[in-house]
């Protein structure tokens, strides 16, 4: 069976480092390629591409080579994070900032970096309440130089498989909360008629708050769309 062609946004998400590091403003490295080829992003919003990703994208996109958006940071030599391990108080929530899974660790027990594995995006600094995590050059070379095309599709590929994961995890916990929620109802109705009948209009209310609820997102969510979209602001962000 042929390959189906790629698309855009397909050849551009090949052509960024894959840190997942959201300098460029959005939520990973693929929604930063979808906005390249819809003409809502710039093609110099990746510090850690550097000027070389730049000069790609520029190619890809047939767009002229500018320098790196100071707004989104500077291109810098690669960075690996550091946890001290006398200051980790095990509360995750690096492991769980982490885009690519190279924090190893259980709550209450100490956290430790998989060198091999981090990206340098910085994103499990902020989370720490201890100020125990610090980033440290590990290259003199900066952008593409400091960061191989194997590297990248690593990355890309714990990003992805750890996306499936948290999925599977929010299914399966909203599965189990729905069935908590049908045997608790089961068992008002079995011991108290009258009370299930009381519950039972309760919940119609919040299904008809929840429903406008719903509603009101959406329509918020396709004017935000209509904002944002090629034809609302034609020229791409500098």
């Known amino acids: 069976m042929p390959t189906p062609p790629s698309s855009l946004a397909d050849r551009l998400e ?8 959201t300098k460029c403003g959005y939520d990973g490295c693929r929604p930063y390629a979808e906005a390249i080829a819809d003409g809502r992003a710039g ?18 996109t047939g767009r002229a080579v ?14 690996v994070a550091y946890i001290d391990e006398a200051l980790c108080i095990g509360c995750t929530l690096c492991i769980q900032a982490c885009p690519v899974d190279a924090i190893v660790g259980a709550a209450k027990l100490m956290h430790t970096i998989v060198p091999e594995l981090c990206t340098g995006c910085d994103l499990c600094v902020a989370p720490c309440p201890v100020d125990c995590i610090v980033m440290y050059p590990v290259t ?32 399966e916990n909203d599965a189990r909360l729905a069935a908590k929620a049908a045997e608790k109802m089961r068992a008002v109705e079995a011991s108290d008629p009258a009370g299930a009948a009381d519950q039972a209009e309760k919940e119609r209310k919040r299904a008809i708050i929840a429903a406008a609820m719903e509603r009101a997102r959406l329509k918020a969510q396709a004017a935000d769309a209509d904002d944002t979209s090629p034809s609302a602001d034609p020229k791409p962000t500098p």
């Open 43 to 60: 093609i110099n919003q990746c510090p850690p591409g550097g000027a070389e990703g730049v000069a790609r994208l520029a190619q890809a």
């Open 140 to 171: 003199e070379a900066t952008g593409w130089d400091a960061w191989s095309a194997r590297q990248a599709d690593a990355a890309r590929e714990r990003h992805d498989y750890r996306a499936v994961h948290l999925r599977r995890e929010r299914a």
């Open 14 to 21: 090949d052509l960024l480092p894959q840190t997942q590091c």
């Open 66 to 79: 500018i320098p790196i958006n100071p707004v989104n940071g500077i291109e810098r030599p690669r960075a």
